[in-house]
């Protein structure tokens, strides 16, 4: 149980494009759903906390108006990187918390990998 | 400031040995601590979580201890394997809504 999915897998766009990306619960409901990017050889830095039903939180630093995350449902959230730059490739992953377990464990999606040409 | 250290070289290690990966984190007062192991190109995989009034916990060949004084937890796996080898990342609790705050990550190769 507690599988997390992401689409698309991976994605190459022109500069200027925008891009959607997809997080779902496939088997649980998740209360909260993360927002993460990662580099090459570095760690995972969080971008925005996304609650079901309102408004992301984004942490210091993070573009609200460039990372748009909607939060439709307990099993789905979305990403989507507007107008997109070369600086913007990276690894997106979303993680799920499970509504009722143990607090504080995550799920993680396999992760969507963004370049922009 | 803030800072969660892991190992940055790579660790290597015989099979059949046991793997101790360390981390340190200073200016944080975690709540709890986990591990995840990442494959390259994959998204995470929780392994364990220890809280902050737990001394030590296991599962299968895997043990973590937390050390709230330290400001350290250790992650070991026994009888490791070539199959174990992988990124492992800690993470700790910290702030509300359960955020996670990674460290780098400690890169272990089991070798045959």
């Known amino acids: 149980g507690a599988v997390v999915s992401q689409h698309p897998s991976w994605v190459i766009c022109k500069s200027g494009t925008s891009v959607k990306i997809e997080c779902r619960s496939l088997d649980f409901q998740a209360t909260t759903m993360f927002w993460y990017r990662q580099f090459p050889k570095q760690s995972l830095m969080l971008m925005a906390t996304s609650n079901e039903g309102s408004k992301a939180t984004y942490e210091q630093g993070v573009e609200k108006d460039k990372f748009l995350i909607n939060h439709a449902s307990l099993t789905l959230s979305t990403l989507t990187v507007t107008s997109a730059h070369p600086e913007d490739s990276s690894f997106y992953i979303c993680s799920a918390r499970v509504r009722d377990r143990e607090i504080g464990e995550q799920y993680f999606g396999p992760g969507t990998r963004l370049t922009v040409t | ?112």
């Open chain 2, 1 to 112: 400031s803030q800072k969660i250290e892991q190992n940055s070289e790579a660790l290597n290690i015989q099979e059949g040995k046991t793997a101790t990966l360390t981390c340190n984190y200073t200016n944080y007062s975690p709540a709890y601590l986990q591990w995840y192991r990442q494959d390259p190109g994959r998204g995470p995989v929780f392994l364990l979580l220890i809280r902050e009034n737990e001394k030590e916990k296991r599962k299968e060949r895997l043990k973590v201890t937390f050390d709230t004084t330290l400001k350290q937890s250790l992650f070991h796996i026994t009888a490791s394997q070539p199959a174990d080898s992988a990124t492992y990342l800690c993470a700790l609790g910290t702030g509300g809504g359960n955020k996670l705050t990674f460290g780098t990550g400690t890169q272990l190769k089991v070798e045959l």
